[in-house]
């Protein structure tokens, strides 16, 4: 059952982060209290996030996340495979892995007119350096309706990292099961130790700076 004080957010937006996923197994571990404030104080900070509402009018107002960079429109999904078990307070919203949701979603994406959608999976068996076939295929299913690139987390370890190729829309797609732990107290093998994943985006046409 987790928590993390208040100076902990302000702490990593200071270190650089830009964009805060908080959908995740242990988004309930607080109850209504912690998911309403961990939202407070995202907003106190003027941190961008998704993926837990204090209500469904906040989740259709705000997402997808569309994030506006350097000349780029990117639509952004976030969602969690369960949330160990916890039901979600009345009233709240946490983003679960539901294709009929997700399908949905991604079609409102699409309206965005973004020039990338990419969806952030919270998935995975903990500790298994390989995706189960279910992510294998579910990551599939993103891609076919529409997701540009995947980027999982959750397993606590290194899973592979994958591009395919669409022969049809000539594009390739990433898909990146699990990047590991980047800040952990796991100091055995595999868990001791993640990934940074950089994508360079490009698209004809003048681009507005950075």
């Known amino acids: 059952m987790f928590s993390a004080p208040d100076e902990y957010l302000a702490a990593i937006q200071e270190a ?4 805060l996923f908080t959908a995740n197994n242990h988004s309930i571990d607080r109850g209504k209290k912690g998911i309403l404030r961990t939202i407070e104080m995202c907003d106190s900070l003027k ?3 998704l993926g837990t509402y204090p209500d469904t009018l906040s989740r259709t107002q705000q997402y997808p996340y569309l994030l506006e960079q350097g000349g780029f429109r990117i639509a952004i ?3 969690t495979y369960g949330t160990n078990g916890l039901k979600t307070p009345a009233g709240l919203y946490v983003n ?9 979603d991604i079609e409102k994406a699409k309206q965005m007119k973004p020039d990338v959608i990419m969806a952030f999976p919270h998935w995975g068996v903990e500790y298994q350096t390989l995706p189960h076939k279910r992510m294998v ?3 599939q299913w993103f891609i076919d309706h529409g997701v540009d690139h995947v980027i999982g ?4 370890v290194i899973q592979p990292v994958e591009l395919r190729y669409d022969s049809v829309a000539k594009k390739q797609h990433l898909v990146a099961y699990s990047l590991g732990n980047f800040v952990s107290d796991q100091s055995s093998l595999p868990k001791y130790g993640g990934m940074l994943l950089r994508i360079d985006l490009e698209k004809k046409g003048p681009c507005l700076p950075a």
């Open 77 to 79: 999904l976030e969602f």
């Open 16 to 19: 650089g982060f830009d964009l």
């Open 96 to 104: 679960m892995i539901d294709t009929v949701q997700i399908a949905k």
């Open 47 to 49: 941190m961008p996030h």
């Open 153 to 156: 987390g959750h397993p606590h």
């Open 137 to 139: 295929k579910l990551a």
